[in-house]
């Protein structure tokens, strides 16, 4: 009788370690497919979709376009954190996260030639049409200016 105790009792502990082991790889699924929806949505084509939609829909925004990598922009950093630290409302479109085709399609829909183009910038549409921007920025002062200019805090 305890043969078959023991018997029954590894065969359990088997089942156990095959349902843990399911459980465990459903897990490591179910988390990989959410990493990659998160990748996806970050670098996907919704924030130039959403530039797109903004003007064909006449909104008022701003566009605060840079690059995360600091070893691509220096200032680009400096210039978002003064950018929150004056409060503005601003779209946020880090290129890292984007395809050079998806960038450029980004910068054609505001009538920007790509070329002539460099981040960190700051672009304010008004109406649905760029209405003026500041390219290669380099210090705060230029953003002060181009805030009160614009009265950019009063853009929701």
Known sequence: MNEKKKEKEIISNQENKKIMILVV???VVILV????MTFIGNGGNRSS?????MMKQSETKV??????????CKD?????????????????YDVKNYT????????TTLSIN??????????????????????????????????????LQDVK
């Open 25 to 27: 790889a459903i897990l």
């Open 33 to 36: 497919c959410y990493l990659i």
């Open 49 to 53: 979709d959403n530039i797109e939609n």
């Open 63 to 72: 566009l605060y376009i840079w690059n995360s990598d600091s070893k691509k």
């Open 76 to 92: 680009c950093k400096k210039i978002r954190n003064h950018l929150r630290k004056k409060k503005i409302n601003y779209i946020d």
């Open 100 to 107: 050079n085709s998806k960038y450029e399609k980004m910068l």
């Open 114 to 151: 790509p070329p002539d183009f460099n981040y960190p910038a700051v672009i304010y549409i008004k109406d649905g049409y760029m209405y003026s921007n500041i390219i290669n920025i380099n210090d705060t002062k230029t953003v002060d200016v181009f805030i009160k200019e614009y009265q």
